[in-house]
């Protein structure tokens, strides 16, 4: 099982690095159907931090929010992706975004304890943005169903990732390194939000 994690944890560092090169909204690379959606989230750092912030909280939050926010996320993101495809507006979307990974990364920071259907609720409306973004950009990729299906599994890899950056919690010091990485994902977000990032 460490060798799992470790493996996890390498995949994730280097699609964080690679991260700083891609744009997530500009609509380009989304011709490619599977691969392309599964590596969209995982090159778009708005959305990198917004999604790893989601397992960081979950794991932070302890059972069953480890496992219900991560669900809960995907699920809404298609409702929101949905709405995009279908062409009903949803205002202020990517400024939604940005403040995500904000909000998110100030309660991994702040390490709150909310109740898990305040929890829910929250990741859920963050998701609405983040599908929506995505979902305006779906009728134009080659294979909308393939890109679909990717996209959700990129998203659940990068919340995998936060879960287990989030474990770090059970060892000593582990909390101020979780804690730490939630003042990192509330501070690209502000960069997002200002539109420095």
């Known amino acids: ?21 891609a744009s997530a909204h500009t609509g380009e690379g989304l011709s490619g159907g599977l691969i392309s959606g ?4 995982i090159l778009g750092w708005d959305h990198v931090v917004a999604m790893v912030a989601v ?27 949905a ?3 279908a062409g009903i507006p949803v205002p202020a979307v990517e400024a939604g975004i940005a403040v995500s990974g904000i909000v998110l990364g100030l309660l ?21 943005f983040h599908g929506h973004a995505h ?4 009728p ?17 890899v990068l919340h995998l990732a936060g879960i287990l950056l989030g474990f770090a919690t059970a060892i000593p010091k582990g909390a ?16 997002f939000l200002v539109g420095i990032a």
Request: no cysteine.
């Open 108 to 128: 991994v920071a702040f390490a709150v304890r909310a109740p898990l259907w305040i929890a829910a609720v929250l990741v859920g409306v963050f998701a609405i």
């Open 55 to 81: 397992g960081l909280w979950g794991a932070f939050l302890g059972k069953p929010a480890i496992w219900i926010l991560p669900v809960v996320f995907p699920l809404v993101m298609a409702l929101g992706g």
């Open 83 to 85: 709405l995009g495809v």
């Open 140 to 156: 134009d990729a080659a294979n909308p169903f393939a890109y679909a299906l990717g996209f959700v599994v990129g998203t659940g």
């Open 1 to 21: 099982m460490s060798h799992f994690r470790t493996a996890l944890v390498v995949m994730t560092g280097v699609a964080l690095l690679a991260a700083g090169e």
């Open 135 to 138: 979902g305006t950009e779906l």
């Open 38 to 41: 599964f590596t969209h989230p």
């Open 176 to 191: 101020y390194v979780v804690r730490a990485a939630g003042i990192v994902i509330a501070a690209v977000g502000g960069a």
